[in-house]
């Protein structure tokens, strides 16, 4: 969106620490930090960019969120897919517009709404998770994120395995679950030759176990590989990587089916 800011649209604040904070705009409140009150109607009808100060003087830029910075922010019920492997998953996997999608392990909805960002209108993403309360709170994040659900995502509660026998077919199958080994024989049903399968998995033991699985169940061209995020501090003095990263979170690994 290019634009002043609008009432109910989400904005980014951020301090001169770099600390961020993520609101929705409403007429007449008066949101409220630790560095005092700042009123949502100096930033209504504002500018990207613009510099506000709070009752006590403290400055903030006021930005419209990344997807980054809304996924880092949003409420989390299951540990979510961070930003910097849910880039790598949606290269890694060539998650294209108008692609067919299914996932398997909903969570709290960080890659769910990715998923759907990247395919758009023209295709389909249909997220699969066991427990209802977590579908719940992934809706309720992609709501936030989108102004609603969208049309092209379809949330189901069950075991990924169901679908096997229901005439559907995925471009791509995106499995972040415990033993993604279990499913490959029923998604076989739904993923023809050339389709690229994707799992998510925090340990090598899970990985060496999904792998093994996968050349057993014609797939072919496998990799695995991690992220890890390093950010550097540069300055007119000196540059140097911070004393902090995000290093590991999950091992992705790719196959092609045959």
């Known amino acids: ?62 930005f419209r969120p990344r997807m980054a910075d809304f996924v880092l922010k949003m409420p989390r019920g299951a540990q979510l897919v961070y930003p910097k492997d849910v880039g790598a998953i949606l290269v890694g996997a060539d998650v294209f517009p108008g692609s067919r999608v ?18 758009g209108a023209e295709g389909r993403v249909v997220s699969y998770d066991l427990r209802p309360d977590f579908q719940a709170g992934a809706a309720r994040n992609i709501e936030s994120f989108f102004g609603k659900v969208p049309d092209w995502l379809e949330l189901r509660e069950g075991d990924i395995r169901e679908i096997a026998g229901g005439g559907e077919i995925f471009d791509r199958a995106i499995l972040d679950l415990p033993e993604p080994w279990d499913t490959l024989e029923p998604l076989a049903d739904v993923l023809p030759a050339g389709a690229i399968l994707c799992g998510y998995l925090p340990t090598t033991n899970q990985v060496q176990q999904l792998v093994l699985s996968l050349e057993r169940n014609a797939y072919e061209h496998l990799e695995t590989f991690e992220v890890l995020h390093r950010s550097w501090h540069v300055t007119a003095r000196s540059v140097r990587p911070d004393q902090r990263m995000v290093a590991h979170t999950g091992f992705i690994t790719l196959a092609r089916r045959v």
Request: glycine share 16%; charged share 20%; aromatic share 4%.
């Open 102 to 119: 299914l996932e398997a392990g909903t969570g709290s909805g960080s890659l769910t709404l990715a998923l759907c960002r990247a395919t």
């Open 1 to 62: 969106m290019i634009g002043p800011f609008e009432a109910g649209e989400k904005i980014l604040l951020v301090d001169q620490r770099d600390r961020r904070y993520l609101l929705t705009l409403q007429t007449g409140e008066t949101w409220h930090s630790h560095g005092g009150g700042l009123s949502h109607d100096l930033l209504i009808g504002s500018a990207e960019g613009t510099l506000v100060h709070s009752a006590t003087g403290m400055a903030f830029r006021a």
